[in-house]
């Protein structure tokens, strides 16, 4: 047993810090509210946060909701543990994703508003006449989220470990402070819905870009500069490793890494907005535009990302030694643990709060997204078919927090590396709703049933694939994310491969069911729909006015 | 901030005339090819280029002794924003015409571009 000694400075400032953002999270609920909306009564107010949110509120949400706690551990872990291919990866990632969703979401977005979709399944219920494609695309979203909400739970463990909470002796003192903050996480989403992360948001992004710049300055100055700091990583990556036989790392990547490292950095960047939390910080902002001057602008997060990144190194050439509670080395300590290490505590409590409070935003507007899901893409859809916007917002209140609830169980009761692996299955998954969603935005011409065929052989393919691959150390199943083509020796990223097997599947499904005449379902959608703006009117709106001048109607002035 | 899109909301029908508003109406004019080529040259650009490691995975040249890969990827943060915000002007510019266009009067009372005020109270 490793008993670390807490450390008061630096606990107490992130504890005050939570404190702040706790308040804001409740004061949240007043925010931007019309005076005719009293205690946001609709998943519109409370799942959207009213769909009001202009581009510099929308740029911290998503920031917010895309760069988590998670990725500032793992990210860092990963380039200490085994280098480019695995870590900075993120780099490329996060560099082609806003070209990506600068062509896709405004389309999504211009359709949402005009129909009031509040979920891709919405989307994709209303294109394809589908109600199953559509519980498809929610389940997946759902099951796709939930680990990734416990992993957001493992960004804060990692924090109050270094912090020195929770020995092992007790396993309900150990988690106690963790279920603390997310019993307050959970009341603030239920009262305040989408408003508070997207508060809170401002404050983390603030103390994240913060904590990011003075380390990137100063740590290398500390270490004798970059020429040392890759030096030692140079050094740690090349060394072999006895186990396997092979270097510890990659760093920097040969031509038998290539595939991996573009196919890696490809999928994770398509597969990100079919995320529900993704799509609910799009759909919540205000315009058609937003979301497109936001694929200008957020950027400045994927530099932020990269530096950080670099710090998984600083740490090598620092010595850092991430030892968990129980003795092991654990890489996700690395990043906690280096600003404890080389840093003032109180300095050292800010960037820690930055990364536990990097975990409150995503996790919360995860939970309200899968909620909105559940709520209108299941509870609406094949429960109760007349549900009104009232009724909406109380079950995705409730299903808010049955989601957190399970996140938490997940983390606790079950091993860290569970979360991991279903988060790497989840990535894998949701990319299998992209030609559902994507070509749905553009063309009506794959069959709905085809398309769900597609997703089925691709899910079954990614996990089939996933599990084989084995852990070269440890034996363990799930070992990474990566694969040879069944056939080549051509190494992908899963979700990839799996993908195009979707795609091809999905494609010739469509053209046979086409030739065997089957019906193609109602389209409720027009052309004009993908390129409403928000001036432009909504179809309820146009409905009514249409009503007034049908002939023989009541005038339309009255 | 939040018309953007350089057109004000307001309403060219003249009051008491009843509005023909159908989900079909169009809310644009016809496109310009140029520009979304144009734009769609530059995302392709954003989005290929960053994926071929090919081009940049070696040690040499350093810059402040951090090898190639790693500043120029991080060079290419900076430079996928410049052609992201390029594809923005251009597709925005088109945008704005081609609702202009529609406004103005289209083929039959497209006059309709805008929701206006008569539509009831929507966030603004």
Known sequence: MNARDINWTALIIVVLLFVVVAVMGFLAAKWRRSAEVEGLHSLDEWGLGG??????????????????????????????????????????????????????????????????????????????????????????????????????LVGIKAVLTVLGLGSSGNVLLTDLPLILAFVVLAAYTYTSGLRAPAMIAVVKDLLIYLAVIVAVIYLPIKFGGWDSIFGAAQTKLGTVNPATGKPAGVFVP???????????????????????????????????NTIRRNAAILPLYSLMLGFLALLGFVAIKAGTRPIDLDGSVNPQLVVPQLFLDHFPAWFAGIALAAIAIGALVPAAIMSIAAANMFTRNIYRDFIRPDVDPKTEAKVSKIVSLVVKVGALVFVIAMDQSAAINMQLLGGIWILQTFPAVVAGLYTRWFDRWALLAGWAVGITFGTVSAYNVVNPVTKAHFGGSVAPIPGTDFSVYIAVSAFVLNLVVAALLTLILRALKVRAGVDLTRPTD????????????????RHFTQPGGPSPVA | MSHADGYSPKDPTSPGEPRRLTRDTPIRGPARPAPYLGAGI?????????????LYSFDAPRLGG???????????????????????????????????????????????????????????
């Open chain 1, 530 to 545: 993908y390129a409403a703006d928000e001036t432009d009117p909504k179809v309820v709106q146009i409905d009514k006015t």
């Open chain 2, 66 to 124: 951090m090898p190639f890969f790693y500043w120029y990827q991080l060079l290419w943060v900076p430079i996928s924003a410049i052609l992201t915000s390029s594809a923005y002007w251009l597709v925005t510019r088109e945008d704005r015409r081609r609702r202009a266009e529609a406004r103005a009067g289209g083929p039959p009372r497209a006059g309709t571009g805008s929701a206006g005020s008569g539509f009831g109270g929507d966030r603004p």
């Open chain 1, 51 to 152: 769909r009001g949110f202009g581009t510099w509120i929308t740029w911290f949400l998503l920031g917010g909701d895309l760069y988590t706690a998670y990725t500032f551990v793992a990210v860092p872990a990963a380039m200490w543990a085994t280098g480019a291919v695995s870590g900075f990866f993120a780099v490329p990632y996060t560099i082609v994703l806003y070209p990506i969703i600068f062509i896709i979401m405004s389309r999504l977005w211009s359709v949402s508003h005009r129909h009031g979709y509040v979920t891709s399944a919405d989307f994709v219920g209303g294109r394809y006449g589908s109600r199953w494609l559509s519980l498809a695309v929610a389940v997946t979203g759902i099951v796709a989220t939930m680990p990734y909400i416990a992993l957001q």
């Open chain 1, 254 to 288: 040969g031509e038998a890494n290539y595939s991996a490292y573009w196919s890696l950095a490809l999928g994770s960047a398509m597969a990100l907005f079919m995320y529900p939390h993704s799509v609910t910080a799009v759909l919540a902002s205000k315009a058609r």
């Open chain 2, 42 to 54: 530059l995302l392709a650009a954003a989005i290929l280029i960053p994926l071929l490691p090919q």
